[in-house]
């Protein structure tokens, strides 16, 4: 139903910030629900942030006040702004759509945040 493309990943320095972009195939003015996960080695896949086509936004403690999730409707694109990065953040993200009950994946992008 929709193909998902992140970008905008990188390596970085402790503070330092970086956009994630997510390019989406279709319009995502309908998409009810699109979310930035993350996986760091070892973990398991974490919920960072997601927003609604109200633009109701939710983000995870770990990272609340210092990332922030919007769309884009006329560009098709989701963003993640992420600022004053950590160490722990360190992690492919991956972009996410859900459409009727189904959930799509992008295919992620690496950030790595240097001490």
């Known amino acids: 139903q929709v193909q998902l493309v992140e970008s905008g990943g990188g390596l970085v320095q402790a503070g330092g910030s970086l956009r994630l972009s997510c390019a989406a195939s279709?319009?995502?003015?309908?998409?009810?629900?699109m979310t930035w996960s993350r996986q760091a080695p070892g973990k398991q896949r974490e919920l960072v942030a997601s927003i609604t086509t109200d633009s109701t936004t939710n983000y995870g403690d770990s990272v609340k006040g210092r990332f922030t999730i919007s769309r884009d409707n006329a560009k098709n694109t989701l963003y993640l702004e992420m600022d004053n990065l950590k160490p722990e953040d360190t992690a492919v993200y991956y972009c996410?759509?859900?459409?009727?009950?189904?959930?799509?994946w992008g295919q992620g992008t690496q950030v790595t945040v240097s001490s």
């Open positions: 996410a759509a859900t459409i009727l009950g189904r959930r799509f």
């Open positions: 279709r319009s995502i003015d309908s998409i009810n629900t």
